[in-house]
């Protein structure tokens, strides 16, 4: 008899109608995104970006660590030294080919000075993906617009830094 209702009514078409019709009647939680953008968690890992000191100096110094711990290969460094300075380096070229990127956030841990940082872009769909592979000026911009607050230089938060420098003998000596 069971079995006979079950095959009369299908009992799976009406509890699924009844989840229809629950829904029918709820408010919607659609947004109008163009216009209305939706809050990101605290967490959220987006476009890359290099960051820059409060004086527009670089923070890069070219060690290559974040290259060595990316593991999708996407970021690639071409250091040098500074001319006069032979203990400071710097990154020469920077590209970064963001369609290979899977936004584990490892290059960004791996920075010894906090040069590189995750913003909270995510609209950057273009027609041309070769596009998406991005220099060091398109990625210092990146890094002014989402990172407005910048740090001072580590020479003016620890005096005791510009003393070790042997690159820069026209400094005081520290005082005991």
Sequence with gaps: MRALLKAVTFPEILMGLKETLKHLFTPSVTLQYPHVKRSLPGGYRGMLSLLRYSDGGEKCVGCDL??????????????????GEPTKRYAKEYYMDM??????????????VDA????????WAVYDKRSLRLNKEQLLAIGDRSFPERERPVQDQYHNVATFNIGRPQLPQKQY
């Design 99 to 112: 369609t290979r990127c899977v936004f584990c956030g490892l290059c960004v841990e791996a920075c010894p």
């Design 116 to 123: 590189l940082g995750m913003t909270k872009e995510y609209e």
């Design 66 to 83: 974040c290259e060595a711990t990316c593991p999708s290969r996407v970021i690639t460094v071409v250091s040098a030294e500074v001319q």
